[in-house]
């Protein structure tokens, strides 16, 4: 692509505050219309297209796990086509989100478009934080990143709303699909605002799998040298935080619509989930610059944990409220705190790290969708997987508090 053919198309967005909320919106793309706006139709695609639990668990995974290989790919992303690189699979995001409004395709084309969805989601995640963030200026770093990270419950916010409004319409998944497709593409025109400064055309040397693969276990080595006994336990922390919000994101408007007499449960707990992200992450900023990021982010995975366990307390609309306001104060928390924690250990291998931990949390988002299918059984009860979020969860804590008694030096 010439650069004075993409100078004429769309201008350099060099304000900071505009590149945050384009970083917003492509979260809101990528994240909340391609991986979570499933979870918003589910009751209805599994209605329509007659799914059993089991089935819709597997294509939750099969997304899952192509998070996983997005994040993988994403670490092998050289910095000179980061910007090249996220143009192209922000594309693919939205093509596999307008790809469902083919309700009549066979199963097995699910799993294929689910998965490259997946894919999408990891490397846009991954290149789209670390294109906009880098733009920031370190005294407005922290409150721009809230932004950005704020395109998570922005577009969870926005699946529920469109869903909402389009079944009460009369209309189902495929067209839902379509009108969350069509509203990304100016995404696109947006990304090309927020390009490198540099006209120069990046070196697309081509380099040997071998090479490339030298080059990356060097870059890792180097990442965690000193490091390693707390990366390992922040990433096995965050695999089990992975593991123990899914269950709730996943299945819990199907939860609503099964407990709940209101035909449209399941989308307004979904919608308080979007909201609560958008409205709490700007908090735990503020709460990590008074008493440090790791004691924030204990503090939201014990809160998480008990957020588990509140539909098992209480029944009804009361314990799934609670499981998605808890769901929506914490996850992005989570998220952010975890990534900002290990990025700062080794600063000049930032991406790397992110990488690895984005790796970590797909793993356990893989996992818990198989775990609560199986657990369910055929009464599709969604308790015992609650219960196994819960406990991972604590597990995790253990994990961070074991975390914080390293030595200064090592975190």
Sequence with gaps: MKTSIINRMAPRITNQTYIAFTGLYCLAVVMG?????????????????????TIAGWLASVNYMGYFIGALIAMFVPERTTWQTLILWTAMSIITTMMLVLSNMPLMLWYVVRLLAGIASGIAMILSTTLVIQNFSA??????????YAGIGVGISASAILTWGLLALGYHFDMIWLIAGISSLPLLWLLLGIRPSSTAEPNLQP???????????????DAISGNGKAISLLSASYVLAGFGYITSTTFLPVMATNQMANAYAGLQI????????????????????????????????????????????????LGLYANAIIIGMTF????????????????????????????????????????????????????????AAGIGLFIGLVLLLWFRQLPQKAI
């Excluded at 380099?207 to 080595?221: A, D, E, G, P």
Aim: charged fraction near 10%.
């Design 33 to 53: 219309y391609g991986r979570f706006l499933f979870t918003a139709t589910l009751p209805d695609i599994m209605t329509q297209l007659t799914l059993s639990t």
């Design 139 to 148: 005294e407005r770093r922290s409150l721009l990143s809230t932004v950005h």
């Design 207 to 221: 380099r040997s799998i071998r090479q490339t693969y030298i080059n990356f276990k060097r870059s890792l080595i």
């Design 270 to 317: 979904w919608l308080v989930v979007g909201v609560c992200i958008i409205v709490f992450n700007p908090i735990w900023g503020i709460l990590a610059k008074r008493i440090g990021e790791i004691n924030t982010l204990i503090g939201l995975t014990l809160l998480q944990a008990f957020g588990m366990f509140s539909p098992l307390w209480f029944s009804g609309a």
């Design 332 to 387: 992005a928390g989570m998220v952010s705190m975890t990534l900002n924690i290990i990025k700062n250990m080794n600063p000049v291998y930032s991406n790397l790290l992110v990488g690895l931990a984005t790796l970590a949390y797909a793993l356990g988002q893989f996992i818990g969708p198989l775990v609560t299918v199986a657990l369910a059984g055929d009464s599709d009860n969604f308790d015992a997987g609650l219960l």
